[in-house]
């Protein structure tokens, strides 16, 4: 498995300072993995336990930093998704992000 | 003699302290009876021709007498029939799994989506759980979910969906514009299987390609392996190559496209293959115009009354299917979601056209449940003869 989508990496960097919205998989003890992602700087948001993933946010930076982190296995952005009816996907489309 | 001529439902109608002074009745007759000869009750009656029968009105005392008269052989109650059902449950011929006694009755489903409206009346008392992972609480204010729900589980009478007494279970990931983000759509998905339901309906997705390793499409994958069936949209995206998104690429889900009620694939079912070459949706079913239940306040959709609206998508496609795995599960208890995908793939009847666009083809509620294969097309006048086309047809079930 990749750590990372090389468009996503190229993203982080070009933009340190930026909020996201991160899945991070982890390796081993997911509350281990929680208290240091908050030592990091994440703010952990929700973790799951059927794939061992934590839902974070972050800067771009500390994105970056995760990478380099053994038990973090990989990282991927925390996406938008919609109702896929007709007229919901053109709402949800045009306001996306807007509930944020 | 008397009680046994009398159907039981009619009894009991007439033994009730509210019994109204008229009761709708059909009368069987004695075969070789003349319609003249027939030995009526009340006014007006409607003879029958074709069975020895007439439909008519009588009082619990009139039925008492016709039921010693030695003329006639059985009485029913002429019950309301229920009418019309939704088209494309019919296009699937999902009613003939109910006539075979199967309705989801019990089976625990999920719908993860936008809510649910609980006050419409073809979810009453069978709502189980509703759970909101947005923070605008789990009431639908988007109509998506409701609409959802009522294609997999509404009650109606005219609009019914695919398994009207399947218990629900509704995750609210996606907020009142009709989008979420994957984590809280994770999140519906892990409380739905803490529920432990057995089938979890996802009409939702992003925008495609992908290979079915991202975490939303791994945690659908997950969730099979505790057993659940995941029926998930191949998502609105098409008609252009490789268009289908996560989670419509996880590798165990079954992934649904959208067709109409005559089988033309609809213009906006997203396509396969998924980025690492696998062959996407898996079937099709049908997601255009289709009437289900509309949550009070909310716009979504064309209305066509105060309760139900109408709307296409794969969205509308995918429910079709959560449904109809109700119904499997109901009749099979002990199918794994491997097996309802397989049984739902290979029954399905094949529309010819390219695997990436139809998936196996579009599914069909009665032949899942039966679990033989539709019977392929006929072949071409003149070969290979009339016998052997009959022998085919036998071998495939029909």
């Given at each position: 498995m990749r750590k990372i989508e090389a468009a996503f990496h190229k993203r982080l960097k070009e933009c340190p300072d930026q909020t996201v919205r991160l899945l991070v998989r982890v390796t081993g003890d997911m509350s281990q993995a929680t208290t240091r992602l908050t030592e990091l700087g994440a703010t952990v948001l929700r973790s799951f336990g059927l794939t061992n993933t934590v839902a974070v946010t972050c800067s771009g930076s500390t994105a970056a930093a995760l990478l380099q982190e053994p038990w973090v296995q990989a990282i991927e952005e925390d996406r938008q998704v919609f109702a896929q009816s007709n007229g919901a996907e053109d709402r949800g489309s045009s306001q996306g992000g807007k509930h944020d | 003699m008397t009680e046994i001529k009398i159907a039981s439902a009619l009894a009991e109608q007439m033994a009730a302290?509210?019994?109204?002074?008229?009761h709708r009745i059909i009368v069987r007759y004695k075969q070789d009876l003349t319609i003249a000869g027939r030995p009526l009750a009340g006014p007006s009656p409607h003879h029958f021709v074709l069975v020895p029968a007439a439909a008519t009105r009588a009082t619990s005392e009139q039925i008492r007498r016709l039921a010693v008269n030695p003329a006639v052989e059985r009485i029913w109650p002429d019950l309301p029939v229920r009418t019309c059902l939704d088209a494309s449950a019919a296009h699937i011929r999902a009613p003939l799994v109910w006539e075979a006694g199967f309705t989801g009755r019990g089976v625990p489903v999920a719908v993860v989506d936008t809510g649910i409206d609980p006050s419409h009346p073809d979810f009453a008392g069978r709502i189980k759980g509703m759970e909101d992972f947005t923070g605008e609480g789990p009431r639908d204010n988007h109509g998506h979910g409701t609409h959802v729900a009522g294609i997999v589980a509404g009650a109606g009478t005219k609009y019914r969906g695919i398994a009207p007494e399947a218990d629900i279970y509704t995750a609210k990931v996606l907020h009142g514009d009709g989008s979420g983000y994957m984590s809280e759509v994770m999140a519906g998905l892990e409380w739905a299987v803490q529920q432990q339901v057995k089938v979890i309906n996802l009409s939702l997705g992003g925008m495609g390609p992908c290979d079915g390793t991202d975490a939303l499409s791994t945690t659908c994958d997950a969730a099979v392996d505790r057993g659940v069936m995941v029926c998930v949209a191949a998502g609105n995206?098409?008609?252009?190559?490789?268009s289908i998104g996560p989670p419509g690429c996880a590798r165990k889900v079954l992934t649904v496209g959208a067709c109409s009620n005559d089988d033309v694939i609809a213009i906006f079912s997203a396509r396969g293959p998924t980025s690492d070459g696998r062959v996407k949706p898996d079937v099709v079913m049908p997601g255009v115009d289709i009437v289900s239940c509309r949550a009070q306040g909310a716009g979504m959709g064309t209305p066509v009354d105060a309760l139900y609206t109408r709307s296409s998508g794969t969205s509308m496609a995918t429910p079709h299917a959560a449904g109809v795995a109700a119904l499997l599960l109901e009749a099979s208890p002990d199918l794994s979601p491997g097996q309802i995908k397989e049984r739902l793939m290979n029954t399905a009847k094949d529309l010819g056209l390219e695997a990436n666009t139809q998936g196996e083809g579009r599914a069909d509620a009665y032949q899942a449940y039966l679990g033989e294969p539709h019977a392929p097309p006929l072949p071409p006048p003149g070969s290979p003869g009339c016998l052997v086309s009959i022998l085919q047809l036998l071998m495939a079930g029909r």
């Open positions: - | 302290p509210d019994a109204p002074e008229e995206y098409g008609p252009g190559p490789s």
